[in-house]
C-alpha cells in the first residue's frame, strides 16, 4: 500500500507561481506512476499532469501546458508540480495519484490518492 501527502498549496494573485509537493510512503514508489488532478467546486475531478516510473515521460492537460511541470526525486520519495502563470480557474483541490498501471488521464485507473491541498489563485 502507498499513502500519499501533498504540500505546498496556499493563495497566489494571478501570474504568481507554486510548487506543490507528494511525499509517497513505502519503498515502491519507483514501480508507480504518478498523476497529479484537481477539483474545482461543482466540477468533475480533472487530469493535470501525469509522470512515468523514470521519469523520463510526462503528460499535461492542455490546460496547463507551457505554465506547470512534473518532476519526480525517486530518492525522495516524492513527486513535484511546479505551477507558473497561474490563472483564476486553476483554483481547485489538487491531488497527487498513483498507478502501478501505465499512464493515464482517467481517475478511475489510479489506485492511491492524497488527501488534496488547496491551491487559490486570485486575479
Known amino acids: 500500500q502507498v499513502q500519499l501527502v501533498e504540500s505546498g498549496g496556499g493563495w497566489v494573485q494571478a501570474g504568481g507561481s507554486l510548487r506543490l509537493s507528494c511525499a509517497a510512503s513505502g519503498r515502491t514508489f519507483s514501480r508507480y506512476v504518478m498523476g497529479w488532478f484537481r477539483q474545482a467546486p461543482g466540477k468533475e475531478r480533472e487530469f493535470v499532469a501525469s509522470?512515468?516510473?523514470?521519469?523520463?515521460?510526462?503528460s499535461y492537460a492542455d490546460s496547463v501546458k507551457g505554465r506547470f511541470t512534473v518532476s519526480r526525486d525517486i530518492g525522495k520519495n516524492t513527486v513535484y508540480l511546479q505551477m507558473n502563470s497561474l490563472k483564476p480557474e486553476d483554483t481547485a483541490v489538487y491531488y497527487c495519484?498513483?498507478?502501478?498501471?501505465?499512464?493515464?488521464?482517467?481517475?478511475?485507473?489510479?489506485?492511491?490518492w492524497g488527501q488534496g491541498t488547496q491551491v487559490t489563485v486570485s486575479s
Open positions: 509522470i512515468t516510473q523514470s521519469g523520463s515521460t510526462t
Open positions: 495519484a498513483s498507478t502501478i498501471g501505465y499512464r493515464s488521464r482517467t481517475p478511475g485507473d489510479y489506485d492511491y
